[in-house]
């Protein structure tokens, strides 16, 4: 791809992390292949928004098509994906066309794959091999003209030994693969993915706010757990936003409650560790008391009773 599109399609996502660099190495490698193509990674991590921009990389004329199994009726998703003629069941009084067909000359995207029947993997898969289907109850093959794009959340190994992915169909897929990290793989990446989410907001809430992130925002959203990865990040941001949004900075105070560190501070819980939690809040928060207490949901109070326990300890150790 030349570097001018590459960066005209490239400048809006953040890839600052080794994982991502090797990510978009990929992308490079297989966006204008023909053949069907696996992206791997957890809910949240942006399988969507990069099968977009293989789309947008591949020079493919048709449309980006994007479709998550499980929105799919289990008794109708064969209709639903290969299209059906009409008097193909009770009910079918016309011609329906499938996503593999409304995709033409684009790109299809079946995300949460394993949702997906093995009966409709099966058909699939002689789909890819043959480059060819017919809608249900129809006469003719058709040509398969679209690049077929599966998102799983998980290996494609793991789903075949717990019988959710034929064994066949992941041989026939195993070769174009790319994994999306998880956002706490990709830590390099907070602060600028942070700083873009909270530049949309104007457009995407109509209210006007704040325009910078406090250094300390950053320093415990760069610390954080997310088990959303990136789309929770967004929702932080966001709702930040609108927190703070008669001001210019989101602040500390403006996080949700959805942000936690992955330490946690257990009320009945080992002294170790919770001493261990309060020390990573605090760096976190770079020595912030106030927002060590709010990451640990406990009062300041509670933060210096800790602190000073850590103290009283130091000075015992040091003097005997």
């Known amino acids: 791809m030349a570097a001018r599109d590459r960066n005209t399609l490239t400048q809006n996502f953040v890839a600052q992390s080794p994982a991502m660099i090797e990510v978009m190495r ?9 053949t069907p193509l696996l992206l791997v990674g957890a809910t949240g991590t942006g399988k969507t928004t990069l099968a977009e921009l293989i789309h947008g990389c591949s ?3 048709g449309p980006f098509c994007p479709h998550t199994a499980g929105e799919f009726d289990r008794s109708l998703e064969q209709s639903q994906i290969f299209g059906h003629e009409r008097g193909a069941f009770t009910g079918a009084v016309d011609r329906h066309i499938g996503v593999l067909e409304e995709a033409g ?6 995300d949460d794959f394993h949702h997906l029947r093995r009966s409709t993997q099966t058909i699939l898969l002689r789909v890819l091999d043959r480059g060819a289907f017919r809608r249900l109850h129809g006469s003719r093959d058709l040509p398969l003209r679209c690049r077929v794009v599966i998102g799983l959340v998980e290996s494609p190994d793991d ?7 034929l064994a066949e169909l992941r041989y026939r897929l195993g070769y174009c693969v790319i994994r999306l990290p998880a956002l706490a793989e990709r830590r390099e990446d907070i602060p600028a993915l ?19 992130l406090a250094p300390e925002v950053l320093s415990v959203l760069e610390a954080a757990a997310w088990p959303g990865n990136v789309r929770q990040l967004e929702m932080v941001v966001r709702d930040a936003y609108l927190r703070a949004r008669r001001g210019t900075m989101v602040r500390l105070e403006h996080l949700s409650e959805l942000v936690h560190l992955p330490v946690r501070f257990e009320r009945r819980g080992d002294r170790a560790a919770n001493a261990r939690a309060v020390r990573v809040a605090l760096e976190a928060t770079k020595g912030r008391v106030d927002g060590a ?9 509670t933060v210096y009773q800790y602190l000073d326990k850590e103290r009283g300890l130091s000075q015992a150790s040091s003097s005997s």
Do not use: I, K, W
Not at 195 to 211: I, V, Y
């Open 293 to 301: 207490a709010r990451l640990l949901r406990m009062s300041r109070t």
């Open 105 to 110: 000359d684009g790109t299809l995207l079946l």
């Open 194 to 212: 942070a700083l873009r989410f909270l530049h949309r907001c104007p457009n995407e809430t109509q209210e006007a706010g704040p325009t910078r």
């Open 26 to 34: 990929c992308v490079d490698l297989y966006s204008r292949a023909r």
């Open 159 to 165: 789903l075949v030994e717990r019988g959710a992915m």
């Open 59 to 61: 020079g493919r004329v």
